[in-house]
């Protein structure tokens, strides 16, 4: 089936710094994939539309400067958390469809960013 | 705005047991319902789609019903094992999914 490969797993970073989150395809191609974030005990919020050779759209309420999405090729979604700041800790994960609807969307494994 | 609403945070039942989840959404209509297994610490795994003009479909010991006119989901597991031990969310979407905030399943064996 389709696999959705994110990394890093977990990652800690210092106020003030830029992470980067990788989204891979492994199996399929996605032009589109989606960012996610979970904080503890909530469901997940979707942050963004990630679309392959365009720019993103975002959520409402989603700092399109802060959060910055890269798809530059049809398997690779990255997304730069920059200038990190303690509020921005939280559990971000992306997802695709790598198949028919049937098959409902597969997601990475998530990323828990802890910002100190 | 749409507003998508499960039933409640936790449901503690016993092996063997049936697990019925309930996942209400308001205002929109949508085509597609889908539901979604979260382990802690892990991403969602896909579980079932439901149609909006299918009543019901299952999948091994999961069951999903759709009510369009009620704007309701149920989602049932039969004889429930620790394994199930879950929370299991509900997407009434079919691109750019919105969740509901889940529910936690704990099978005591």
């Known amino acids: 089936g389709a696999v959705v490969s994110q990394h890093p797993s977990r990652v800690i970073c210092k106020s003030g710094t830029s992470v980067k989150i990788e989204c891979r395809s492994l199996?399929?191609?996605?032009?589109?994939m989606f960012w996610y974030r979970q904080f503890p005990k909530q469901s997940l919020m979707l942050m963004a539309t990630?679309?392959?050779?365009?720019?993103?759209?975002?959520e409402q309420g989603v700092e399109k400067d802060k959060f910055l999405i890269n798809h530059a090729s049809l398997t690779l979604s990255t997304l730069t958390v920059t200038s990190a700041h303690p509020e921005d800790s939280s559990f971000y994960i992306c997802?695709?469809?790598?198949?028919?609807?049937?098959?409902?969307?597969?997601f990475g494994s998530g990323t828990r960013l802890t910002v100190v | 705005s749409q507003k998508i609403e499960q039933n409640s945070e936790a449901l503690n039942i016993q092996e063997g047991k049936t697990a019925t989840l309930t996942c209400n959404y308001t205002?929109?209509?949508?085509?597609?319902l889908q539901w979604y297994r979260q382990d802690p610490g892990r991403g969602p795994v896909f579980l079932l789609l439901?149609?909006?003009?299918?009543k019901e479909k299952r999948k091994e010991r999961l069951k999903v019903t759709f009510d369009t006119t009620l704007k309701q989901s149920l989602f049932h597991i039969t004889a429930s094992q620790p394994a199930d031990s879950a929370t299991y969310l509900c997407a009434p979407n079919d691109y750019k999914l919105s969740f509901g905030a889940g529910t936690t399943v704990t099978v005591r064996a």
């Open positions: 990630s679309n392959e050779g365009s720019k993103a759209t975002y």
């Open positions: 439901i149609r909006e003009n299918e």
């Open positions: 997802s695709a469809r790598g198949g028919q609807l049937n098959y409902g969307y597969t």
């Open positions: 199996d399929f191609q996605a032009t589109t």
């Open positions: 205002n929109y209509s949508p085509a597609y």
